[in-house]
């Protein structure tokens, strides 16, 4: 079943929304990495009806109980949409509510910013017995601060896809919703032997991280770069520059979260949690149009970068890379020098005695 799109083209329906928004988590590989993926999907949601919408950073947790919000936090009025990936409402879904809430309503009084409105975000729909839950809480509440709580469910998200508004979203985030055949995963091709890595720049980057295990990392290095390689040799160019874009999205989280994670870095510049947090949002991040990653993709691209010495996962990352490529060139240096010419065989003796021996004999003589 389709539906005929503004000229005429044919979109298919959009499933039932568990089963669109559940695709977050199997793609995304973790929870966490699909909750940051559904929070950059309502931002773009929101900017496809509010233009100047935009996000804030969470750095240790500290985001004022905002997602996503318009309007200005410098004593203007705003209006917030608070991202929950409940793909069920469970027993703590509304205290977390309540949580969020409470911490945007804190920060409007300290910070001299008036809320407007206050909109929940969910993937889910709620029973009848749960959403009346949420509108008990949510009157009380608007009596209390004089703000308006709505909900965006799984169903409004849905129908909002469906706009003509939203379809640059739409495509971004579900491509095979667009056309009639859905894109199929690229394979993962798998290393027998992370052996062969030993030597490379990220495996060094990542020991100088305090990684030990590091078999998985090799293992999505290869996968990205035979993806790359049947790229190439399909002459798939339109596929390779979106990977491009995935590659620049990519080198972008990374900058983002070192740059936080710089200053909190130890003694050996070593930073917690940075590979874990990096590759997140890798996973987390759309796939470009036409093509189709898996995670193991997503999270080799980051260690491409690495290997071309562009990125890294300590401070001076930059040294380490420079280290590196000096070592490898003496190595190579070394392999490649020809080796000298065996000279000729000769007598044992040396040539001093060999003439003395011949003096003495033609004495004798």
Not at 313 to 338: I, L, M, Q
Not at 343 to 348: G, L, M, R, Y
Request: aromatic share 8%.
């Amino acid at each position: 079943m389709a539906r005929r799109a503004p000229g005429g083209a044919d979109i298919l329906v959009i499933p039932e929304a568990n089963m669109l928004f559940a695709r977050f988590q199997t793609d995304a590989g973790s929870e966490a990495a699909a909750r940051t993926r559904f929070e950059t999907f309502v931002t773009y949601l929101v900017k496809a009806r509010y233009p100047g919408a935009t996000t804030v950073a969470s750095k240790n947790h500290n985001d004022w109980g905002i997602d996503t919000f318009v309007g200005s936090l410098a004593g203007g009025v705003t209006r917030i949409w608070q991202s929950k990936f409940f793909l069920e409402w469970g027993d703590s879904s509304m205290k977390q509510v309540r949580a969020s809430f409470n911490s945007a309503m804190k920060k409007s009084a300290e910070e001299k910013f008036t809320v407007d409105v206050w909109t929940l975000v969910i993937p889910s729909i709620l029973e009848p017995g749960q959403l009346k839950s949420f509108q008990t809480w949510a009157t009380k509440q608007m009596k209390t601060h004089t703000v308006d709580i709505t909900i965006w469910q799984g169903d409004e998200l849905c129908s909002q896809l469906l706009s003509e508004e939203a379809s640059h979203v739409r495509r971004e985030f579900f491509p095979w919703t667009v056309n009639g055949s859905p894109l199929t995963e690229e394979e993962v091709a798998e290393l027998e032997d992370d052996a062969e890595y030993d030597a490379a720049l990220f495996v060094r980057q990542l020991r100088e991280a305090g990684h030990v295990e590091v078999s998985a990392a090799c293992g999505q290095y290869f996968a990205t770069d035979a993806l790359l390689r049947d790229l190439e040799a399909r002459g798939s160019h339109s596929a390779l520059a979106a990977f491009s874009s995935i590659r620049q999205s990519v080198h972008a989280a990374w900058e983002d979260r070192f740059n936080e994670a710089a200053p909190l870095a130890d003694e050996h510049g070593q930073m917690k949690g940075l590979v874990r947090t990096v590759m997140a949002d890798a996973v987390a991040l759309s796939d470009p149009v036409g093509l189709r990653l898996a995670p193991s993709h997503k999270r080799g691209t980051a260690h491409h970068l690495v290997e071309r010495g562009t990125a890294g996962w300590v401070t001076h990352w930059r040294n380490v890379a420079v280290t590196h490529a000096s070592e490898k060139a003496v190595t190579e240096t070394t392999v490649d020098e020809p080796v000298a010419p065996a000279p000729p065989e000769t007598s044992v003796l040396t040539e001093p005695v060999e003439v003395a021996l011949l003096a003495t004999k033609e004495a004798i003589s």
